[in-house]
């Protein structure tokens, strides 16, 4: 019998523990947060003299978990894409895309997509313009 109140008593003081000197982790319900800041929305791009250059900053509450950028034609197709796992809470991305074989003036759509640990997800789009 008392080899079971020791038990009980250990066993009560583990849930006493656990309950008191943990905190529960918050629920996470906030989509990080995109600010394009270079292309804007219908720009056009003369690819003969400059490249498309694309610029973003994206921040979450908590920590990113994935970055991904997608350029795609009318059609679809992608054209160009990237993608990186983060785990920090703001990303910053630069580069320039150099499309090839342009004839005349060619609609294009960049899609940016960011997640968090939660699931949570934001996305920003925009349309553009790529001419020779």
Excluded: R, W
């Excluded at 994206?58 to 795609?72: F, G, M, R, S």
């Amino acid at each position: 019998m008392k080899s079971l109140n020791i038990f009980f008593i250990a066993l009560l003081s583990l849930v006493i523990y656990f309950n008191t000197g943990c905190k529960k982790d918050e629920i996470d319900s906030e989509k990080p947060v995109i600010l394009i800041e270079e292309l804007s929305q219908g720009d056009t791009v003369n690819v003969t003299i400059d490249s498309v250059h694309v610029e973003f900053h994206v921040t979450d509450n908590v920590e990113l978990h994935e970055v991904k950028v997608v350029i795609t034609n009318s059609n679809g197709d992608v054209l160009y894409q990237y993608s990186q796992d983060v785990d920090q809470p703001s990303f910053q991305y630069h580069s320039h895309y150099i499309p090839t074989g342009t004839v005349g003036v060619i609609p294009l759509k960049m899609k940016v997509t960011a997640s968090d640990h939660s699931g949570n997800e934001g996305e920003q789009t925009l349309d553009f313009y790529i001419t020779p």
